[in-house]
Every structure is written in C-alpha cells, then in structure tokens.
C-alpha cells in the first residue's frame, strides 16, 4: 500500500531531481532505489516493486502523464474503436524496464525480503482510459460498459491477457508474490461486480497459475463489502487485501477461514498516529493474527503522514505474540 513515496523525504529528494513520473517507473536505477528505500529505513518483511498500475496503458500506445497536484492524466477512450487502436504486439517489450528492475531488486534485497510484483485489475486500468483521469463517480467508464457491454467485454478481455502477461513476466523476473489492484471495484451493483471485477480477476489468476505455479497473488478489491467472500472462495487468489471498512469479526469468520487476509489500518489513523493509532492496531492484531494474515493498511499511505508513526506501528507489529 505505497510503501514508497512522498511521505519519505528520500523519495522526494530523487522525484524533485527524476524527469516525469512514468519515466522514474521505467528507469530500472530509480525503480531500483526506490523501491528500496522503505526497506532500508523499516526492514519491511515484504518489498514492493516501485512501478505504477498506469505502466500497461501506456505500453499499450496510449497517452499517459502524471501532472503534480492532479495524478494521472491519459487520452481517453471514447469509442469502441479507440480500443481497436491499443498497440497489444509489442506491448511487452515496452515494459522491459520493469522486468529488468524485478531482477535487479531480488539480487539487492536480503534474501528473507519478499519481493511483490503488482498491477492494476482490469475494470480499475480500464476506468482510467476512459474517464482520463482519476473520477468520483466514474460516470463515463460505466456508462460505456452499460450502454454497450460488447465492445467493453473487448476492452476488459484485453487487459485480462495483457496483464496477465505483465504479472508472469514481473515472476519469471524474480518476483515472488503478485498482487492485483482493484481499487475501485466498489463501485459495482453485484451483478456488473461479479462480471468486470470477480471474473477477470479469476481468469488472470488462473492465466498466471499456468504459467507459474508457486507464485501466490493477493487480490485487493477495494470496497466490494460482503462480496470479500465470494472473492474468497472464487477468485483463485491465495491472499486477500482487506479495505479499511471491511467489518474484521465478519472477515475473520467469513473471509480468513478461506484465504490469507491482509489489512487493514485506516491511513488516516496512522496519520493521526496516537492513541488512535495504537487502538487500531490492537484491535487488528487481536482480531486477525490468530490465523494466517499479513498486517498492512486498508489503502494506500498518505504523503502527508509522520515517518515517526510509520516507525511505531512496524515496533507494535513487531511486538505483538500471540495471547498464552
Ligand atoms: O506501494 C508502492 O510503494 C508501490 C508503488 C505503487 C504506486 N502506485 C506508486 C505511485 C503502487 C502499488 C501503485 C498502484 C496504483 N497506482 C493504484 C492502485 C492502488 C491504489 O492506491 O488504489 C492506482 C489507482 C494508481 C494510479 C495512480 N498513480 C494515481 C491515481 C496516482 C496519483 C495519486 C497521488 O498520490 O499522487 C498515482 C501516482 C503514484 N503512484 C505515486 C506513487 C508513489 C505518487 C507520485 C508522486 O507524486 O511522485
């Protein structure tokens, strides 16, 4: 969840002298280091590839920018023809500098460090090609998928390949865990949920189950509430991510008895830090750490959170033991 980033003045200090955004993704050098520089300041267990879910558009010929202050900016969709327009031969070797940084980083990380690989869901990359931008309602992406499900299948079904391709490359690389980001399934009735999030992310899995048999993938769909159970016993994934509202007495009966579960710290609250931090914590830790489960935030880290709280909580993790 953005281990790295604007909340460390590291990050900060390389972006101000890096060119644009997506460049520092695909220079293996900047990727590499910071990738690393959350690792060296907590000795995370886990080390997450510095990259961006965005990469895949943009291996795919569309235009895609991040402006300061605004995120990422892309030439939108809007037509089933603009889909038939996405550069799919090739793509692969655009996003050569990824794979290049995954092998670089497993040879840098200590050997007890996993390393993950990631990538946006399909229904999460797709809704930015077609709003442009990041959006409130994401009027446009689904109103597209509504109106004419056809040409939004095709669309959907090209980021399921391409992606799926993204995430064996990233683990022939050396990355030994995958997780999928789909930050903004909750916005789904069930129905079209089921469809645009559950099914591709089953049928990536299953792609990336063929090609590498012992890499385990954490699916992150963000908000889709009781629905956590249906990914659970559906989607394929070994792990999921638990978003911050997800009920955890629920998650622990429903959830945890199926899959490993990750999550799910408010972001806010560790920006609060205090006590509100440390109650949140505990209240994680005693529900969840009984069973298998990786502490982590519900979303991602917000840059203007202390590094002093980021320090507290990895001592409290560390701390706990289990009740005698
Ligand atoms: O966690 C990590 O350290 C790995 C790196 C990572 C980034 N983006 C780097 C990044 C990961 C896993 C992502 C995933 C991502 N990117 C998601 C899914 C997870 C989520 O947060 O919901 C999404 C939706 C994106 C798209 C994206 N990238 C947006 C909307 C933005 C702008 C928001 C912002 O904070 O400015 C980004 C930019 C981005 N990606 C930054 C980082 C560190 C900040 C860029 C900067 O200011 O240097």
């Not at 000795?43 to 961006?52: K, M, Q, R, V, W």
């Not at 558009?57 to 990422?72: D, I, K, N």
């Not at 935030?297 to 959170?305: A, N, S, V």
Request: glycine fraction near 6%; proline fraction near 6%.
């Amino acid at each position: 969840m953005r281990q790295a980033g604007r909340y460390l003045p590291e990050y900060r200090e390389l972006r101000a002298q890096a060119g644009d955004f997506l460049t520092t993704c695909l220079t293996p050098e900047m990727a590499v280091e910071i990738t690393l520089q959350p690792i060296r300041r907590f000795a995370f267990d886990a080390a997450i590839l510095f990259s961006d879910i965005l990469v895949l558009p943009h291996a795919l010929g569309q235009s895609v920018r991040f402006e300061e202050g605004t995120g990422p900016i892309l030439k939108a969709l809007t037509r089933a023809s603009d889909i038939d327009d996405l550069a799919v031969r090739g793509f692969i070797d655009r996003l050569a500098p990824v794979y290049e940084a995954v092998r670089r980083l497993r040879a840098d990380l200590p050997a007890q460090t996993t390393l993950i690989g990631f990538a946006g869901a399909p229904w999460t990359v797709a809704s930015y090609m077609i709003e442009g931008r990041s959006s409130k309602d994401f009027a446009k992406a689904k109103a597209w998928a509504y109106r004419d499900p056809v040409s939004f299948q095709r669309l959907i079904d090209l980021l399921i390949e391409t992606t799926a391709d993204h995430l064996i490359c990233q683990a022939e690389a050396g990355a030994e865990a995958l997780q999928l980001f789909d930050s903004w399934a909750g916005v789904w009735p069930e129905g079209a949920l089921r469809r645009w999030c559950l099914d591709p992310a089953r049928a990536i899995r299953e792609r990336v189950r063929a090609a590498c048999p012992d890499v385990p993938m954490i699916a992150f769909p963000r908000g889709v509430g009781l629905l956590y159970e249906t990914f659970a016993e559906t989607s394929g994934a070994e792990g999921l991510s638990l978003d911050t509202t997800v009920p955890l007495v629920w998650a622990r009966d429903h959830v945890q008895t199926k899959v490993t579960v990750q999550g799910n710290l408010d972001p806010i609250a560790l920006l609060a830090g205090g006590e509100a931090q440390r109650e949140e914590t505990a209240r994680i830790l005693d529900t969840l750490a009984a069973k298998p489960f990786i502490f982590n935030l519900g979303h991602g880290i917000l840059p203007e959170t202390p590094i002093v709280h980021v320090q507290t909580l990895v001592d409290h993790v560390r701390a706990w033991r289990a009740p005698a």
